[in-house]
Structures are given as structure tokens and as C-alpha cells.
């Protein structure tokens, strides 16, 4: 429970954390200061009422989400506002938390499968990036407790060190959601992460049979045109890893750098910025012409750029046009699910490129060179 309005008169009590010990004690006749904070965990039962057993027998595939631990231990990308928008930062995960998690799906699966046996199960950990203790605590547990055929879905920042890992995610039926965001020369949000480091965690993940969801960002502001060259041929790079694309324009949000220091990325910010409309809307698709596209792509990020936003608009633009080519197909939505997709090889990502960049080839060669010699 947790309250940011003035309380009502018959308001009692603010418990912070798991309420159910809380509610039951007090029916118990116990005594409880009027701000109380429960230290114990959730108690992690998992029961079905009569109406959703009937539901299960007719699903085919189930996607649930398990909470693990909140916000992010790297918590810096312009663009996030994860941390401020949780206000609980439990942030680590101790061994014996990552034992009841696995555990508990263990019974849940049990649960569901029992009432349909072709029943397709996965749990997706609700915290954002996992870090390396955490992940070694969850892949503990699942190697020791882990019982049944279900997957797991962890989303994580490309950093080398998750490498190491891969074998025991692919043997535990693990995917990795990873926050690639742009596969740029040059940090321009603040991830911390370099086109080695996406590139090869992606390849490596391939060769591990780890499935990847890739989660990517367009139309940030001061990206040129060797960031979107970089961004287009990291994709081709490694579109084959992928098993699901969520290809978004950036919008700005309240709470985070970016709106926090405007002058910093020389945009002017609207006062609200849409919540919906990721990606190419279909007044943009059927508008040949630019001004149109313009006011279409500035109503979807909340933000124009104080110089140059014609010509950053046309870049993003062809951006989009060339991923479809690459996606091989248009992600109308945030989240594409490929069926499958080929490996490229670099001379069709060249073609690519050339096709919706023509005047730069020869920086389109050198980019292409580094990006393929990434193992
Ligand atoms: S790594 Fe993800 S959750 Fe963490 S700050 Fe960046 S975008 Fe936010």
C-alpha cells in the first residue's frame, strides 16, 4: 500500500511492503504503529479460481511475470525513468529470494500443466537490468531447483561479462530481453555500452541457442548520420539472433534527463508528451510529403530540435524505411515478432544502405568493415 495524497479522516494505517501479514495480524487483534513497514517477503502462493481453470484448458502459450527485485543498478540512460518511477529500489536479490522464485514457478507450472499438458509456459522477471550477482543467484537456483520445461525471460544491459553465462541460460530454457536502445559509434544515451558489446552479445548468445528479444530506439536527438549507419548495420549484423524486435521512437518523458536538461540536447520540449503512437503512424505512411511527416514525428517524441530538425527527421526517415527493408517486413507495432529471420550477409546490408543513403558509400563501407569484424 502506499499513499501520496493527503490521507481521508478514516484513513489508518500506510503499510510499506507485502500488506497480506499485516491485514491478518490485525484481525488477530495484534497492534500496529500507523506507518509500518513489513520487512517479510510476499508470501508467494499461486492459486487458480474455478473460472480461470477453464480458461487455461484452451490457452496454448502463457506468459506470466514474477516480481524479482526493483529499478536498476546502471540507472543513467537519458531516456529511462525507471528509477524514478518505482519507489521501492530493492535492488539486490539474496540467494535464498532467488530459490523461492524458482521454486515458486516450479508450482505454478505444475499448476497449469496439469490442466493442460501442450500448455507452452515462460515467467517474465519484472525487474529491468539484471546485475551480475543477481543473475548468478537466479542461475543457481535454476540449476538446482528448476523442475519442468518452462523459459524465462531476464532483461539485462549487452555487457560482456553475460557471455560467461550463456550456456547455463540456454540449458535452464533461458532468453535474454536486452536493451541494445542504438548500436551507435558513440553512447548518445548514455548506456554504456559499445557497438562491440551489442554486436558480440548478440552473436554469442546465437551461437548458445539463447533467444534474444532486442529492444531498439529511434529519433534521438544529436544522432548524425555515422550513428544511424552504425544503428543500420548493427541490426544487420544481427537480426538473426533476434526472436523479437521492439522498434520505438523516442518520446520524452517527465523524470528524465533529457527533460531534466533540455539545452544540454539544444530541444525545446512540449509540455506533454503522447503516451501511444510508438513507431510510424499511418498518417506518416500515406504522407508524401516531409512537413506533414515532420509534425507527425515531433507529436510522437514530446520535443523538436532547436537547429537542424528537417534534416534530422529526413535521416530518421530513411532510418525507418531501410529497417523495414532489414526486418523484412514494417514493425507497426512496439513489439514485432519476426517468424524467423536469415543471417545478412555485409554485401546486403551494403545494398541497403546504398539504397537509402546513397551519399554515403564510401563511410558506409568503412562502418560495414568494423561492424563484421566484430566476433
Ligand atoms: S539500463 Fe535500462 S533500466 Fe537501466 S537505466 Fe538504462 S534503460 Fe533504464
Given at each position: 500500500m502506499e499513499v501520496r495524497e493527503k490521507p481521508r479522516s478514516d484513513f489508518q494505517y500506510t503499510v510499506v511492503g507485502p500488506g497480506e501479514y499485516f491485514i491478518d495480524e490485525i484481525f488477530q487483534g495484534h497492534k500496529f504503529p500507523t506507518f509500518y513497514t513489513e520487512k517479510r517477503l510476499a508470501a508467494l502462493e499461486f492459486k487458480l479460481t474455478d473460472g480461470y481453470k477453464d480458461l487455461v484448458k484452451t490457452w496454448k502459450k502463457v506468459s506470466l511475470s514474477l516480481k524479482t527485485f526493483e529499478g536498476c543498478y546502471w540507472g543513467k540512460c537519458y531516456f529511462c525513468t525507471y528509477n524514478e518511477s518505482?519507489?521501492?529500489?530493492?535492488?539486490s536479490l539474496s540467494q535464498e529470494r532467488a530459490n523461492i522464485l524458482i521454486k515458486t514457478m516450479n508450482g505454478i507450472n505444475k499448476t497449469l500443466t496439469k490442466l493442460n499438458s501442450d500448455l507452452s509456459v515462460s515467467f517474465y522477471f519484472s525487474h529491468a537490468s539484471i546485475k551480475r550477482k543477481n543473475l548468478r543467484h537466479m542461475i543457481e537456483a535454476l540449476n538446482q531447483y528448476k523442475k519442468g520445461n518452462y523459459s524465462w525471460v531476464s532483461f539485462m544491459r549487452p555487457?560482456?561479462?553475460?557471455k560467461k553465462h550463456l550456456a547455463d541460460i540456454g540449458a535452464t530454457k533461458g532468453i535474454i530481453d536486452i536493451g541494445f536502445e542504438i548500436i551507435s559509434y558513440r553512447d548518445v544515451v548514455n548506456k554504456g555500452a559499445s557497438v562491440k558489446e551489442h554486436v558480440s552479445l548478440a552473436l554469442a548468445a546465437r551461437e548458445n541457442n539463447v533467444p534474444v528479444y532486442g529492444e531498439f530506439m529511434y529519433g534521438?536527438?544529436?544522432?548524425?548520420i555515422k550513428d544511424m549507419l552504425y544503428y543500420l548495420f548493427g541490426m544487420c549484423r544481427i537480426k538473426?539472433?533476434?526472436l523479437c524486435v521492439a522498434l520505438g521512437q523516442l518520446w520524452v518523458e517527465d523524470c528524465t534527463y533529457y527533460s531534466k536538461n533540455p539545452d544540454e540536447f539544444d530541444i525545446t520540449l512540449y509540455d506533454v508528451a503522447p503516451l501511444t503512437n510508438y513507431g510510424q503512424t499511418e498518417e506518416e505512411e500515406e504522407e508524401e510529403e516531409d512537413p506533414k511527416y515532420k509534425s507527425g514525428f515531433a507529436a510522437v517524441s514530446g520535443f523538436t530540435l532547436k537547429k537542424g530538425q528537417r534534416k534530422w527527421i529526413g535521416m530518421n526517415k530513411k532510418f525507418l524505411q531501410a529497417m523495414e527493408v532489414v526486418l523484412e517486413?514494417?514493425?507497426?507495432?512496439w513489439e514485432y515478432y519476426p517468424d524467423y529471420m536469415e543471417k545478412m550477409e555485409k554485401s546486403e546490408a551494403l545494398k541497403i544502405a546504398h539504397t537509402f543513403f546513397p551519399k554515403e558509400k564510401e563511410l558506409s563501407y568503412e562502418i560495414a568493415d568494423h561492424v563484421w569484424s566484430i566476433s
Open positions: 518505482y519507489l521501492n529500489k530493492q535492488k555487457e560482456m561479462w553475460v534521438i536527438p544529436k544522432t548524425d538473426h539472433t533476434l517486413g514494417k514493425p507497426e507495432t
